[in-house]
């Protein structure tokens, strides 16, 4: 079996002048990415469909890569995993194979003008998220092509933990303006892991920021000249609106998440909103060892937290609320989802042991 010599000829140029190429399965049709156009052509198959899309995909493999072979199945994991260069990227866009493009959106070597011609050829919502990990992709036009698709597509989403990464990249500086993130914010509502994307993007920025804690003036007065005492700056931004806020929809999560990736998003969150007040103790896989711990280091005036009871006393409730969150990560439940796989209510429920003790402390950090 062979090309007929019309369509092999017609395949040539098109290669000589396209930018990217994709395929038309359903209707047999070959389209090239040219300067302002759209170039086509119809195949003429010579023996069943299937065979002839076959022989086509090694023509272009071929004149491309000089093997018939297509995409090598080998180089599929590495650029899978961004680890495709620059000096293969232009010809990957000729090959018509969806793994090809989606390696040219996950090299760490994308440019604005290569993520415009791979979105041309796979406008998939994958693609868009690849795209949107790039930053030269978010500072570019393409940025705001990708971000518009997302969140429109964004409701058709059945995945929590990939709704919760497309909300963590449309959030990415310049991508959505305010009436756009309110809108996306007010989508948590009804589905509360939309706000996990907030959490872990702009933490310091959530929309509608209650009032500050009664106690924040005196705490910022008391500790604001601590610039280097990671544990009071954190017990101040905690206190303050903006702080309030982090917690507030923290706990609204912790009340009722989805499923188990929902669960270890959100501890994700937390760890690294509390990041800088951690030091050099745990991870802690177990929630008691962390609750006594917590309660020794604020019993024996533990180094970290001796000047912030010096300068503001009687706080040792606050401060153990404090330590207890600056350790909760995803460790904590390891040991539980690796024995169950449930969600819901049942979920809920298995995890409380670890869930509870954090409520507790988000309470009394937010405790008029």
Same mark, same amino acid.
Request: charged share 25%.
């Given at each position: ?5 019309e369509?092999? #000829?017609? #395949? ?34 010579? $023996?069943?469909?299937?065979? %002839?899309?076959?022989l ?17 199945? %080998? ?25 090809? &493009?989606?390696?040219?959106? =996950? ?21 868009a =998220? ?18 518009? %698709? ?43 892991? %939309? ?13 509608d ?16 000249? $601590? ?12 206190l ?22 929902v ?5 994700y969150? &937390? ?21 006594r ?5 604020? =019993? ?45 209510? #049942? ?22």
């Amino acid at each position: 079996m062979r090309i007929s010599s019309e369509d092999s #000829l017609k #395949l040539n140029v098109l290669l000589a002048n396209a930018q990217a190429i994709r395929i038309d399965e359903r209707r047999l049709w070959v389209h090239g990415m040219t300067d302002g156009d759209d170039a086509r052509v119809e195949l003429h198959p010579t $023996c069943p469909p299937e065979q %002839y899309l076959r022989l086509v995909r090694e023509l272009l493999s071929t004149r491309v890569l000089g093997s018939p072979r297509g995409y090598p199945v %080998y180089l599929r994991r590495w650029t899978r995993l961004g680890e495709m260069h620059n000096r293969r990227l232009d010809s990957l866009l000729m090959l018509a194979e969806d793994e090809a &493009v989606i390696a040219v959106a =996950r090299s760490r070597d994308l440019t604005d003008d290569l993520a415009a011609r791979a979105w041309w050829s796979l406008p998939t919502a994958e693609v868009a =998220r690849y795209l949107l990990q790039s930053r030269s992709v978010v500072d570019g036009s393409m940025g705001a092509v990708a971000a518009q %698709y997302l969140l429109d597509y964004l409701p058709f989403e059945p995945q929590p933990a990939a709704v919760i990464e497309i909300v963590r990249l449309l959030l990415q500086p310049g991508l959505l303006d305010g009436e756009k993130r309110r809108t996306l914010w007010q989508r948590g509502k009804a589905k509360n892991y %939309y706000y996990v994307g907030f959490l872990q993007a702009a933490p310091d920025v959530l929309p509608d920021p209650p009032p500050a804690h009664p106690d924040y003036v005196l705490a910022e007065d008391a500790l604001g000249a $601590c610039v280097d005492d990671p544990v009071a700056t954190l017990l101040v931004r905690l206190l303050s609106a903006p702080g309030q806020r982090f917690l507030a929809t923290c706990e609204r999560v912790l009340r009722k998440p989805a499923d188990q990736d929902v669960v270890v998003e959100l501890l994700y969150a &937390v760890s690294g909103y509390f990041r800088e007040a951690r030091g050099t103790e745990g991870p802690f896989s177990d929630v008691d060892t962390l609750q006594r711990s917590a309660a020794a280091a604020v =019993r024996d005036r533990a180094p970290a937290i001796r000047q912030v009871l010096e300068r503001l006393p009687n706080r040792e409730r606050e401060l153990r609320a404090v330590l207890l969150l600056t350790h909760c990560g995803e460790p904590l439940i390891r040991s539980i989802f690796a024995r169950t796989d449930a969600v819901g209510s #049942l979920m809920r429920r298995k995890i409380a042991p670890v869930v509870n003790p954090m409520l507790e402390a988000i309470a009394t950090l937010r405790r008029a």
